[in-house]
C-alpha cells in the first residue's frame, strides 16, 4: 500500500501537470494522421486525432527560469516535489522534477529549444525506483523525424508528429500558449508519444479563481484534463502573473484527493514572497 501511495502522489505531479499540465500557441502544422507523407500511427484519444497546434504569427511569450516547491499530500502520506528551469548557455532550456521518500524516488528531465513560443524537444528521461517498463528515455530525432524510447525493456520508435511534446514538456506549452492568448476558451490539446500510439493531453479552460496559497492571495487560471473515463481527474490552478506556474494541482483517484500545492517559488532569480 505504501509503494502505490507514494507512486500516485508522485504521478498526479508527474503525468497532469498537465502538466502543466505548467507550459504558446503550436505553429501551424497538420494534425497527427493526417500528412500523407507520414505513416499511420495509432492516437490514444477521446477523439480519432490529436488535434494539430494553432497557429499564433507573431507571439512573443517567453519561458523564465525557475526554481519551485511542492508539497504534495494524499493517500496519508506527504512529499516534497521540487521543479527548476534552466536557461543554458547555448540557449537551450532543461527541465527538472524530482522527489524522495524511504524507498522511492523520482527524477524527471527535459532538454528542449524554443522558437516563436513553441518548444521543440529533444531528449526527455523519467526515472523511479522499480519502475522497470515505466522508465523513460526518449530521443527526439528531427533529422529523421523519428522519436525513440532508447529504455532496454520497452523500446519503441514512432514517427515524429508535428508539434509532439513529452510528458513534461507540455506543461511547460500551456503556459506560453496562454500567455500567447490570454483571452482563450478553446481547449489546449497535446500530441505525446508513447509506445505504439500518440495520446492526447487535452485540458478545458474553467475560468480564473483567486486562491489563498504559501505564496499570498493569486489570481489563477483553473485547468481540468479531459479524459475518455471518468476514473481519475485532474485540476490544475496556474498563474498568469507568475508566468503561469502551476499554484496548485488537484488529483481525485478512487475516493482519494490528492492535493499538490505551491510553497517557494524563485523566478527569474527573484525570490516571490507575499
Known amino acids: 500500500m505504501a509503494m502505490f501511495s507514494l507512486k500516485a502522489v508522485s504521478h498526479s505531479l508527474t503525468s497532469a501537470l498537465l502538466l502543466l499540465a505548467v507550459g504558446t500557441s503550436w505553429a501551424a502544422a497538420p494534425a497527427p494522421g493526417n500528412d500523407p507523407s507520414t505513416p499511420a500511427v495509432e492516437v490514444s484519444t477521446m477523439a480519432q486525432t490529436v488535434a494539430a497546434p494553432s497557429a499564433t504569427p507573431h507571439c512573443t511569450a517567453t519561458l523564465k527560469p525557475f526554481k519551485a516547491s511542492y508539497q504534495s499530500q494524499g493517500f496519508g502520506l506527504e512529499l516534497i516535489i521540487k521543479r527548476f528551469l534552466t536557461h543554458n548557455a547555448d540557449g537551450s532550456w532543461t527541465a527538472t522534477a524530482n522527489t524522495s521518500r524511504l524507498f522511492f524516488t523520482m527524477n524527471e528531465t527535459a532538454d528542449f529549444t524554443v522558437s516563436n513560443a513553441q518548444i521543440k524537444p529533444m531528449l526527455y528521461r523519467y526515472e523511479q525506483t522499480a519502475g522497470g517498463k515505466k522508465n523513460r528515455d526518449w530521443h527526439f530525432d528531427y533529422t529523421n523525424n523519428t522519436v525513440t524510447n532508447e529504455n532496454p525493456k520497452q523500446p519503441w520508435t514512432l514517427p515524429l508528429q508535428a508539434g509532439a511534446q513529452d510528458r513534461f514538456t507540455h506543461q511547460l506549452q500551456i503556459g506560453l500558449d496562454l500567455a500567447c492568448d490570454p483571452t ?79 510553497i517557494s517559488l524563485e523566478l527569474d532569480g527573484k525570490a516571490i514572497k507575499q
Open 184 to 262: 482563450r476558451t478553446a481547449d489546449l490539446v497535446y500530441g505525446v508519444p508513447d509506445r505504439n500510439k500518440y495520446d492526447e493531453y487535452r485540458f478545458a479552460i474553467r475560468g480564473h479563481e483567486t486562491l489563498d496559497t504559501a505564496l499570498g492571495k493569486i489570481d489563477t487560471i483553473k485547468l481540468e484534463r479531459l479524459r475518455g473515463d471518468n476514473k481519475r481527474q485532474d485540476i490544475i490552478w496556474v498563474a498568469p502573473q507568475w508566468n503561469y506556474q502551476m499554484m496548485l494541482l488537484r488529483h481525485v483517484e478512487k475516493g482519494e484527493t490528492t492535493d499538490t500545492k505551491i
